[in-house]
C-alpha cells in the first residue's frame, strides 16, 4: 500500500536491532485518516472472504483493529496479555513470546467471545517472527472457529513469520512488506 | 446517552465489590457501531471546545479513542503502562494505582507527542476514583498542554473521581453515571 510505505519512508525510523520506529503514526500516536485508508485497503482485499469478528491483541492492535472493523460491521475482540480480576469465567489461553518487551505472556480470550460460528479476521500492526499471530490462530483453533486471515499494517519480510504463515495456505495481506532496513545508513527498502 | 444505559442494563452484569462488567460490548470486545454513537456524542458534548488530540490510557480506552477520534479530525496518543526497548527518547511519566489489577503503574508518553500547542480531550472508559484520569492530567501539565476536557464512557457515581473533577472545573462528559448498583440483585440504576 503506496500511502503505507510512503509514511514509513518519511517518519519511520530505523534503530538498533532491526527495530522499525513507527511511533508517530501507527502506534503510541495513531494518525486515524492512515487507519481509514487501512481499513478501506484490507477491506478490498478480503472483501471475497466471510469476517463476522475481528480479532486482535493489545495493545497497539486496538486502533488499527477497531477502525478496519467498521468497513467490515464486525465487533472486535482484543486478546489480553494478562490475568485480571474482572476477567472471570473460562478463558482460552495460549502464550506469546514478545520479541520488543523479551519476555513471555500468557495471552486470553474469554471464551464466550470466540465461538465455532465466528469467522475471524486477525489484525495487528507488525509481524516479524509470527509468534503473536501464531498465538492469536490457536486462541481461534481451541475455540473451534474459522481463522478468515490475517491483516498485517506492516511485516518484516525478512524474517520468516509471513513466509510459514503463506506456506500453510493462510490467507496473509501485509500493507507494507520489508525486504531489509540499515541503522546505520537509515535506509528502508519494500519487497 | 440513553442509548449506553440501555446497553448496560442488557449486557452488563454487576459482580462483588462495585465491579461492573460490560466486557461483551465496551472492553474485551467492543460494539464499534455503538462505539460511534458515543463518539458522535462526545462531539456535540465538546462541539465549544478547541481539541487537536486525543490521549487514553492502554488498553481498554484506545478503540473508544480511535473511533471518536473521527469526529474530531485529531490524532489519538495513548499512555502506556510499561517501559519498552521501541520507548527510547524523553518520556513524560507519572504513577497510576490500578482498582482493577490492584497494583501501581508507571505511566508514559513521549514527550514528542505532547507540547505546548495541544489541546488534549481525554477519552477513557471507566471513571471511579479517578486515579487513572488524574495521571493522565498530570502528563498533560508536565507539557504545558491545555486539557480541553475529559469523556468518559461510565462513570461510577458513587465514587469520588467525577466530582472532584467537576470540583476543578474541568469540562468532564460521562455517557453514563450510575448512581449504585447492587450484586446481589444484578440492579443498575442511573443518575
New interface residues.
Given amino acids: 500500500m503506496r500511502l503505507l510505505e510512503e509514511r514509513i519512508l518519511k517518519d519511520g525510523t530505523v ?1 538498533h536491532g532491526n ?1 522499525l ?1 513507527v ?3 501507527l502506534n ?6 492512515l ?2 485508508e487501512m481499513g478501506k485497503e484490507w477491506k478490498r482485499l478480503f472483501e471475497d472472504v466471510e469476517v463476522n469478528k475481528i480479532l486482535t491483541i ?2 497497539s492492535g ?2 488499527l ?3 478496519a ?2 468497513y467490515f ?6 486478546a ?1 496479555k ?1 490475568m ?5 469465567g473460562e478463558l482460552y489461553t495460549t502464550r506469546v513470546q514478545s520479541f ?3 519476555r513471555v505472556y500468557n495471552v486470553v ?2 471464551k ?2 470466540l465461538s465455532p460460528e465466528d469467522h475471524v479476521l486477525i489484525i495487528d500492526d507488525f509481524l516479524a517472527n509470527g509468534c503473536a499471530i501464531n498465538g492469536l490462530m490457536d486462541l481461534i483453533y481451541q475455540a473451534g472457529a474459522t481463522l478468515a486471515g490475517v491483516g498485517i499494517a506492516i511485516e518484516k519480510g525478512f524474517q520468516d513469520g509471513g513466509r510459514e504463515l503463506r506456506e500453510k495456505g493462510i490467507k496473509l495481506e501485509s500493507l507494507a512488506i520489508i525486504k531489509g532496513m540499515d541503522d546505520e545508513t537509515g535506509t528502508i527498502e519494500f519487497m
Fill in positions: 534503530k527495530v520506529k511511533d508517530s503514526f503510541h500516536q495513531m494518525d486515524i485518516g487507519f481509514n493489545e495493545a486496538i486502533g483493529a477497531a477502525i472493523a467498521q460491521e464486525a465487533p472486535v475482540v482484543f489480553k494478562t485480571t480480576i474482572n476477567l472471570d520488543t518487551h523479551q480470550v474469554a464466550r467471545f
